[in-house]
């Protein structure tokens, strides 16, 4: 990504094929020289990596494939280091096996594969669920420990809101305001109320944590949640964006504890449509912490046992009465959205199992249902009516005035032509009945109604989903596209999401309760670049976890027959997502066959046979839309990240592995390259015979009195050995004899240890 003096981002990125890259790392700052003519794959421009003019990253995870001595040869866990590391290891440290984790400092480039690195810190096993967190923080650089200043501003606060805070303020604490959230809920940051009004219809309330009060402008504290954007969550821990004084104490709504908050009340309708809202600065104290299953047990299961333990509390008859009335009004309200246009992805979140040990027991979706729904309902109501105040519009979206303050709305542009043509098409192949006879964004919502409750509800929703744009934050209005929204912001969440601080901030302005400064124009830009960058990486922590989860997830299940379904398509092969558990995995094209290919698309049940043999997994397509083909096993190989891991979860088993490439066989570029050319001759017939999944390296393995070949697969890069698979379906293919100068070469040259 080019970059100006400035820091901010100048032009579109541009691609650096791998041969060019140098030795350059992963999010190292770099100069580029620029090629004359774009790259084929596209509009970037293509360039080459000529200096790398600062690393981006100065500690590394690795794993430990061979000790000899107190030396240990690792391997960086994050896939986009290409380069081994050479470790010294400390006397008085217990030998690490092989798969291990270790931190290092990377030092001395040894070779063109090789740096010699400090150990830093002895991570831990990789089958521990907390290992494979911090090694996810690790490879993200996720912020974790909060400066000196920025604790001490926050050990200095009271435990509890003064007096002199609560000066001014409404008193709400009368009001049965309840918290739902779910049973491992780390924050509490909203609480709602819903009476009937006399005339018809209801007066919602929702009480966000009035987080603004204590961090101020400027602040330590303030500086830190900008840089770190929004809270980090992981299956078993959390990186907060504030310090836990903060979000796990006064500024969580917990039950009988008086807090300060900011108050949405918002009248509706008969029929679900807003009246003018109002908006207050109280003190409130929560009813009663409630978790979504146990509001399912009393609300929609009518379990009496749990009516009746919840009644009994000390405000329990209130809590229980006014849920009944929030159900009616979250009734409402979800049908007038519906009404509008709205999208309803109600796709399920991965669900994990840990054992008191910190193992994975179990991988599943987590099952959603109307309590689920009643407080998101709630709490868009409560975005929605504070964005159309702040934005100076009625309740119907129509302009009533200027804009009061500036703050960031969150934006969903409708999905790109060139997308949703796609979209449809996928649609089209898996029943033409789904698309309309002029296709177009807004037949969306009836084309999700359609297959609610059906064998195909998953898929069409995910495929659907894909389609669209990621929402963003910005200072100008588009309306969001998914919710059928004239505006919407982020409101309920200040306790992990900076932006919905700024709103926070944007509010109290508006009502004359804030003097000090916003930020607009230039400046305000910038605030939402840096939110939308930390929330994406945010979402990239969350993927690679899941992969990770996945494959730990997979390891051992030799053998046994999944159902799964085909996720998505592209040029260089399919998706296919396991029904049994959240877990993806590709189907290269050129195992497909020809006749496969012509007759390629989506199908709703696909079955699957896999088996997990190392870093491989070998899939049988049992039972497809493709019944009239006869099809031969294809392999399956996890997405990136996956794969790496599998490999390393096995790693034990080798007792030396040595990559090598080209380079680290001759200092001479003339040779070297004379060397890379018998490569390339060859790899169409070690193709077949050595089972090569990805191109760029040669891997040896150290047996017993002999070395061997592992895994060999190398290439220049070129488009034109993508044809690899298929010019290798031939059988009795031997190793030539090039490969065997290669063994002799690699140990008569090995890596400096």
């Given amino acids: 990504t080019p970059l100006g ?4 981002v100048t032009g579109p990125d541009i691609f650096i094929h791998p041969l060019q890259a140098g030795d350059a790392w992963h999010q190292d700052m770099v100069r580029v020289a620029l090629s004359p003519r774009s790259h084929a794959r596209g509009k970037s421009q293509e360039g080459r990596i000529v200096e790398v003019l600062e690393r981006g990253c100065r500690e590394v995870p690795v ?49 063109a594969d090789l740096w010699q690195a400090r150990l830093l810190q002895a991570v831990g096993r990789e089958d521990d669920i907390a290992v494979q967190e911090d090694l996810v923080k690790l490879n993200h650089e996720v912020p974790r420990e909060f400066p000196p200043r920025v604790q001490a501003e926050a050990d200095a606060l009271p435990s509890a809101p003064q ?15 309840v918290t739902i959230d779910g049973a491992d809920a780390r924050d509490f940051d909203d609480a709602v109320q819903v009476e009937a009004r006399p005339g018809g219809g209801w007066l919602l309330r929702v009480a966000i944590a009035d987080v603004s009060h204590y961090v101020r402008p400027r602040s330590a504290l303030d500086t830190e949640a900008l840089a770190r954007g929004n809270s980090w969550y992981f299956p078993t821990s959390v990186e907060p964006m504030l310090p836990p004084a903060l979000c796990d104490g006064l500024c969580s709504l917990r039950p009988d504890e008086d807090r300060l908050a900011m108050l949405a009340e918002i009248p509706f309708s008969a029929t679900g449509q807003p009246g003018r809202p109002r908006f207050a600065a109280v003190v409130m104290r929560s009813a009663a912490r409630l978790t979504y299953d146990q509001v399912k047990a009393c609300l929609l299961d009518r379990d009496e046992q749990a009516r009746a333990a919840l009644a009994a509390g000390p405000r329990g008859q209130e809590v229980l009465d006014m849920l009944e009335t929030a159900f009616e009004l979250y009734r409402c309200l979800r049908e007038a959205r519906q009404r ?67 703050f960031l709305y969150r934006v969903h542009p409708q999905p790109d032509p060139e997308r949703l043509e796609s979209l449809f098409d996928s649609l089209e192949a898996i029943d033409p009945e789904l698309v309309p006879v002029k296709p177009a964004a807004s037949a969306l919502q009836g084309i999700l109604r359609d297959v609610q409750g059906s064998d195909r509800e998953f898929l069409v929703g995910r495929l659907c989903l894909r389609a669209m744009p990621q929402a963003r934050y910005q200072p100008e209005n588009e309306g969001h596209f998914g919710l059928a929204s004239r505006a919407y ?43 939308n960058q930390r929330e994406r990486d945010a979402l990239d922590c969350e993927r690679e976890m899941a992969r990770r989860l996945a494959c730990m997830a997979l390891e051992g299940r030799v053998g046994e027959r999944f159902r799964g379904v085909v996720a998505g398509v592209n040029d260089f092969g399919l998706f296919v997502e396991l029904s049994e558990m ?38 049988s397509i049992l039972g497809t839309g493709w019944d009239a083909y006869a099809l031969p096993p294809v392999e399956i190989v996890p997405r990136q990240g996956l794969y790496d891991t599998a490999a390393r979860m096995t790693a034990g088993a080798v007792d030396f592995h040595c990559p090598v490439r080209p ?19 060859a790899a169409l017939e070690v193709y077949r015979a050595y089972n090569v999944r990805d191109f760029g390296r040669v891997d040896l393995i150290w047996d017993g009195a002999q070395a061997r070949v592992l895994e060999m ?19 009795g293919l031997t190793m030539p004899k090039v490969l065997d100068e290669l063994v002799h070469a690699a140990l008569e040259h090995p890596p400096v240890w």
């Fill in 489 to 531: 912001c982020h409101f309920t969440s200040p306790i992990r999401r900076y932006a919905d601080l700024l709103v926070h901030r944007a509010l109290k302005a508006s009502l004359g309760l804030y003097d000090g400064a916003l930020p607009a124009g230039q400046k305000l830009l910038r605030v939402a670049d840096q939110l």
């Fill in 713 to 731: 697969d190398v290439s220049p890069g070129m488009t034109e050995y993508s044809m690899f698979p298929a010019a290798c379906r031939g059988a």
């Fill in 340 to 406: 509008r246009g709205s999208l309803d992805f109600d796709l399920p979140e991965p669900e994990y199992g840990f054992d008191d040990k910190g193992r994975l027991l179990r991988v599943s979706r987590r099952v959603r249902h109307d309590a689920h729904r009643l407080i998101e309902e709630f709490m868009i109501a409560a975005n929605e009516a504070v964005a159309r105040h702040l934005g100076g519009l009625k309740a119907d979206g129509s302009p009533e005035g200027a804009q009061k303050e500036p």
């Fill in 163 to 177: 007096h002199a805070d609560m000066a001014g303020r409404e008193d709400v604490r009368a009001l049965p305001l």
């Fill in 63 to 111: 794993h430990v494939i061979h000790v000899t001595g107190r030396r240990a040869l690792c391997r960086p866990a994050d896939s986009r280091m290409p380069f081994d590391v050479s470790v010294e290891l400390p006397g008085d440290m217990e030998r690490p096996s092989g798969g291990s984790l270790l931190l290092v400092a990377p030092e001395k480039r040894l070779a």
């Fill in 663 to 681: 380079e680290s066989l001759s200092t001479d570029p003339a040779e070297a390259q004379a060397i890379r050319a018998e490569i390339e001759r």
């Fill in 5 to 8: 003096d400035n820091g901010q």
């Fill in 582 to 619: 959240p877990v993806e995995g590709m189907i290269r094209v050129e195992d497909l066959g020809e006749a496969v290919l012509d007759a390629l698309s989506y199908d709703g049940a696909v079955v699957i046979e896999q088996w997990i043999e190392g870093v491989e997994m070998g899939v």
